[in-house]
């Protein structure tokens, strides 16, 4: 079996009890790796990471053993970025084995073409047009702090920040982020209002894929389009713990561990 998981936000401050979240969320890793011949995981694993964090490993020492474990067994782990630990220079793919995309790719997996994203900064090309200038306005902030966050020149700066500060910097800005999608979730907005859905469908009439697989809405989605193509959002592993499993021909489920309750 293949396996799809994302938006762990392992480490959040916003929770009571980090460790035994990160417990549960290696527990799932372990239990999938029984029978996975690959595993990908598609972003914002870490609620924040950035490689001050390997001077002080016990942050993340089960997370990082676990990933260990895994490559170690010959399991190849597909590591991709989303918008929480985008600030990895070669020391996770080092200590853990997984292999780090940066950005979308298209790949065969199990003989069907599949676009795996975080889904962060994917809309469709016409997304401002649709809203007033008031949302417009929110569309540009992001993008624009998406662009400071993947600058490589502003995140060598940034380790210029004494650890122990940008850490709270980073650990608060998550907390926050994490803070405010549990107050105020944003729930499946419809077919035609779906940013990632949008931005499939404007994919599909350049080329036509199989599977669109996403993370960071926190929703679970499994919509086939009207041409075929499935558009598939995999929930989270923060308190739904939902994932997608494709077994050796091709066929994809949605599936879930089990219930965790954020404390």
């Known amino acids: 079996m293949i396996y799809f998981l994302s938006d762990a936000h392992i480490g959040s401050r916003a929770l009571g009890d980090r460790a035994a ?12 790796s029984s ?4 595993v990908y995981l598609l972003g914002d694993w870490f609620d924040y990471w950035y490689e001050y964090v390997w001077r002080k490993p016990q942050e993340y020492s089960l997370t990082l ?3 260990r474990q895994l490559t170690g067994r010959g399991i190849p782990v597909h590591y991709f970025i989303g918008n929480h630990d985008i600030w990895t220079f070669g020391w996770l793919e080092e200590q853990t084995g997984v292999i780090l995309h940066r950005r979308p790719e298209v790949m065969t997996i199990a003989g069907k073409q599949c676009l795996l994203a975080h889904g ?3 809309i469709p090309s016409d997304m401002l047009s649709r809203y007033p200038k008031p949302v417009q306005k929110k569309i540009r902030r992001f993008m624009f702090l998406r662009w400071v966050f993947h600058n490589p020149v502003l995140q060598r700066l940034f380790a210029l920040v004494p650890p122990d500060l940008g850490d709270r910097l980073g650990y608060e800005w998550a907390r926050r982020s994490r803070l405010k999608e549990l107050a105020h979730p944003v729930g499946y907005k419809g077919e035609n ?3 990632l859905v949008l931005y499939a469908k ?3 009439q350049k080329r036509h894929l199989d599977y669109y697989i996403f993370g960071h809405r926190h929703i679970e989605l499994d919509l086939c389009l009207a041409s075929d193509a499935r558009v598939v959002i995999l929930g989270d592993m923060f308190r739904q713990f939902t994932y997608a499993a494709m077994d050796n021909n ?3 489920t949605l599936e879930n561990y089990e219930e965790y309750k954020v404390q």
């Open 21 to 32: 979240h990160e417990k549960h969320v290696c527990q799932c890793l372990l239990s999938l």
């Open 35 to 38: 029978d996975a011949t690959a």
């Open 65 to 67: 053993a676990t990933l």
């Open 120 to 122: 962060d900064g994917l």
């Open 193 to 195: 209002e779906e940013e």
């Open 202 to 204: 404007e994919q599909e």
């Open 250 to 252: 091709g066929n994809l």
